[in-house]
T-cell receptor, first 116, second 110 residues
C-alpha cells in the first residue's frame, strides 16, 4: 500500500465556485479524518468517518461543507460557494481502530486550495 | 477547549541537541504526540506518550512529560540538517482526535 493519497494536490478557484476533493485512505483503515491547515497554524479537525458513518463534525464545518464516504473506502469533501477564507491546505488522514491497534493516524500530502 | 502552545522557531547547529517545548491546558488528555511536517509533505507521527508516563525514548528522540506543569518536550539528539522541519505538539483524549499546536520551525544550520 502506498499510503494515504489525495487528489488534486492543488486547486485554484474563483470565489463562489464549488470544489470537491478526494481522499483515498490506507485500504484496511476503518477511520478517515479531514483537517484544515492555514498558514502558520496546526491542523484543525473538521470531521471523521468510521467506515461509512460520519461520527463527528467540528463547528468549523459550516453548511457549505459536506463530506461523504459512501462505501467506507474513499471520501470526498465538497465546498460550495467558496470564499477567500476557505483558502487552506485540506488534509486527510486514516487510521485503524480496534483489534488491539493503536489508532495512529497516517496523513496524506494534502490538497492546497486557493480561492481568488 | 484545549489550548496548545509552542514557540514558533528554534535554530540549532548541526550535531547539537534540539529541545522543542509545548504547554497545554487540558489535563485530561490521554495521548500526547509529536508530529513532523516537511515542506510539501503530510504530517508524520514521530512519537507519542501516554499521560501516565513521564518519559519515552526512541533512538535520537526523548519525550518528557511534566503533568504538574502541563509541559511536554521533545529532545532530538545529534540534530542533522534532515531534521529541519515543522514540529507539532498534539493532544487527544479517548476520541483519538488530536488538537494541534501552531508548530515549531526547527532550522538546523551547519
Amino acid at each position: 500500500d502506498t499510503g494515504v493519497s489525495q487528489d488534486p494536490r492543488h486547486k485554484i478557484t474563483k470565489r463562489g465556485q464549488n470544489v470537491t476533493f478526494r481522499c483515498d485512505p490506507i485500504s484496511e483503515h476503518n477511520r478517515l479524518y479531514w483537517y484544515r491547515q492555514t498558514l502558520g497554524q496546526g491542523p484543525e479537525f473538521l470531521t471523521y468517518f468510521q467506515n461509512e458513518a460520519q461520527l463527528e463534525k467540528s463547528r468549523l464545518l459550516s453548511d457549505r461543507f459536506s463530506a461523504e464516504r459512501p462505501k467506507g473506502s474513499f471520501s470526498t469533501l465538497e465546498i460550495q460557494r467558496t470564499e477567500q477564507g476557505d483558502s487552506a491546505m485540506y488534509l486527510c488522514a486514516s487510521s485503524l481502530v480496534g483489534g488491539g491497534s493503536y489508532n495512529e493516524q497516517f496523513f496524506g500530502p494534502g490538497t492546497r486550495l486557493t480561492v481568488l | 477547549g484545549e489550548d496548545v502552545e509552542q514557540s514558533l522557531f528554534l535554530s540549532v547547529r548541526e550535531g547539537d541537541s534540539s529541545v522543542i517545548n509545548c504547554t497545554y491546558t487540558d489535563s485530561s488528555s490521554t495521548y500526547l504526540y509529536w508530529y513532523k511536517q516537511e515542506p510539501g509533505a503530510g504530517l508524520q507521527l514521530l512519537t507519542y506518550i501516554f499521560s501516565n508516563m513521564d518519559m519515552k525514548q526512541d533512538q535520537r528522540l526523548t519525550v518528557l512529560l511534566n503533568k504538574k506543569d502541563k509541559h511536554l518536550s521533545l529532545r532530538i539528539a545529534d540534530t542533522q540538517t534532515g531534521d529541519s522541519a515543522i514540529y507539532f505538539c498534539a493532544l487527544s483524549g479517548g476520541s483519538y482526535i488530536p488538537t494541534f499546536g501552531r508548530g515549531t520551525s526547527l532550522i538546523v544550520h551547519p
